[in-house]
């Protein structure tokens, strides 16, 4: 089970202070949060910011990337020194020759769909991909309440991945906490993103280890 601290929520005039807390802390991914103001009503940060943190820590740095035609940023991802690129099914109409291309730069591939989209429509690239992130919120802001509805998805994609004798990782994304992530672990998920809960507390340690205990309930 990997924990994968969102750095939306972090400080960031002291981000780096933040991103060695969480590795410090065991976390093995870190998340970052790409978001262009088209796709998502909100912008964030970039390739220029995955290129800072590269030399800062050792975790997987997992980008989602929430931009229209995301197959235009591949190379400066790939350059910058991130390990996972994961791109929106719903952001481009390349998705096969997007996860193609993910996969020659080097990096591996990720799709993530949001929490209207069924997974039907990503079933044709399961077979390419190294991550699939099911939303559990409406991608753009961090804060946002859990979907329930979306780990039935979660499940689905856990039992097309056994069926298909594939190993790819189940991600979940939006409004994680100690009590939902046992409700994603459950349905099959074995990476679980973070923001709001780690960073917007006076006690991220502390919170990161009550996320530990929520994967142990049966
Ligand atoms: C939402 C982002 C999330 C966000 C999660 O569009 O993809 O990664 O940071 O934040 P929380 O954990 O606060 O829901
Ligand atoms: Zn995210």
Do not use: W
């Not at 190993?167 to 979940?172: A, L, M, P, Q, W």
């Amino acid at each position: 089970m990997i924990l994968s601290p969102s750095i939306l929520s972090s400080d960031f005039a002291n981000l780096a202070r933040d991103v060695k807390m969480v590795e410090s802390l065991g976390c093995e991914y870190l998340h970052i949060d790409v978001m262009d103001g088209q796709f998502v009503p909100n912008i964030t940060m970039g390739d220029n910011v995955v290129s800072a943190l590269r030399p800062v820590t050792k975790m997987v740095l997992d980008v989602h990337l929430m931009v229209v035609n995301p197959e235009r940023f591949i190379d400066a991802y790939a350059n910058a020194g991130a390990d996972i690129l994961t791109v929106h099914q719903e952001s481009t109409v390349h998705l096969h020759g997007t996860l193609q291309k993910i996969k020659a730069s080097g990096m591996k591939a990720g799709v993530v769909i949001n929490p209207g989209t069924p997974v039907s429509l990503i079933e044709p690239v399961l077979h390419m991909v190294d991550q699939v992130l099911i939303m559990t919120v409406n991608p753009g802001f961090g804060g946002q309440k859990f979907l329930p509805e979306c780990l039935t998805k979660v499940a689905e994609v856990a039992e097309l991945r056994e069926k298909r004798n594939l190993s790819f990782n189940i991600e979940v994304d939006g409004g994680v906490d100690d009590t939902t992530i046992a409700e994603c672990r459950k349905a099959g998920a074995n990476v679980f993103v973070a923001g709001s809960y780690i960073f917007n507390s006076d006690n991220p340690p502390e919170r990161i280890a009550k996320l530990r205990e929520g994967l142990t309930v049966k």
